[in-house]
């Protein structure tokens, strides 16, 4: 099974690993819909929709790039609508855009508590909600369709609350929507997962946090092939929440030396809500 002709609408999708993961499955042929706020060349943070979507063709597949801001429901539904015009329909949502602060509560400010949760937990909530029409008509038409949200395994230990709980209830929101939709689109045929990074992944919103040695991270890379094996599996396969290196090893991937940043780094940043 692979993701030739299948339709992704990817979120964040202009840089980093949202990209990474629409150029692996553009590899296959698939159409993708680049869904981003970036239009404008920022030389502090590299990457537009439209940069984006050349990078894409170039590797293979087709491109739909969209200006959306995913707080915004008529944006999001406009979208949606777009892509199935342009495209058919939609088999594959990767819910990728994310908004952080590892502030604590005194220190996070209303606007960027709404900014966390607003894009983190409710554009999640509403992307899905959004595409789930064009989602039931893939999984009738036999099209195997998954969504896909780059959020943490959920865990009540007060250290992963403690220091940032702002930024911590918006992760867990994108979670617990990958619990709850799993569950609810089952009698549908669409699944439903997370997937999250052992380590800190190389990215260039990563660049730009104060005390992170990039060279100890590992690159997209190692997300987009975890995905990938997520997205060309079964449809029943739902209700999980993957760790990248436990789910390439299933598939008989131990040697993870092409994702390290540093060639031969054995210490590598942890990322958050890895026990």
Not at 134 to 148: D, R, Y
Request: glycine residues 8%; hydrophobic residues 45%; charged residues 15%.
């Amino acid at each position: 099974m692979n993701l030739q002709g299948k339709t992704l609408f990817i979120t964040g999708a202009s840089r980093g690993i949202g990209l990474a993961i629409a150029k692996r499955a553009a590899a296959d042929g698939a159409n993708i819909v680049i869904v981003a706020k970036t239009t404008d060349v920022n030389p502090k943070l590299p990457g537009t929709i439209y940069s984006a979507a050349e990078e894409v063709k170039a590797a293979g597949g087709q491109a739909l790039p969209l200006a959306v801001d995913i707080r915004d429901e008529d944006a999001v539904l406009a979208a949606v609508a777009q892509a199935v015009q342009a495209f058919g329909g939609i088999d594959m949502l990767v819910n990728n855009a994310s908004a952080i602060s590892l502030s604590d509560t005194e220190h996070t400010p209303m606007k960027r508590y709404d900014l966390m949760n607003g894009v983190n937990a409710r554009g999640t909530y509403l992307c899905t909600q959004a595409c789930l029409p064009a989602l039931k008509q893939s999984a009738a038409a036999g099209h195997n369709p998954h969504v896909l949200s780059m959020s943490p395994p959920l865990s009540m230990k007060p250290h992963w609350f403690e220091n940032h709980t702002a930024y911590t209830v918006a992760k867990y929101g994108m979670s617990m929507c990958t619990l709850g939709h799993a569950g609810e689109f089952r009698k549908y045929g669409i699944a439903v997962n997370s997937l999250w990074p052992r380590t800190a992944i190389a990215t260039a919103a990563l660049q730009m946090s104060p005390g992170v040695d990039i060279g100890l991270c590992r690159k997209p890379e190692i997300l987009s092939d975890a995905a990938y094996f997520i997205l060309t599996s079964p449809s029943a396969n739902t209700g999980n929440f993957y760790l990248d290196d436990e789910l390439l090893a299933s598939h008989g991937v131990t040697d993870l030396e092409k994702y390290s940043v540093t060639p031969g780094t054995r210490n590598f940043v942890p990322d958050f809500f890895v026990d």
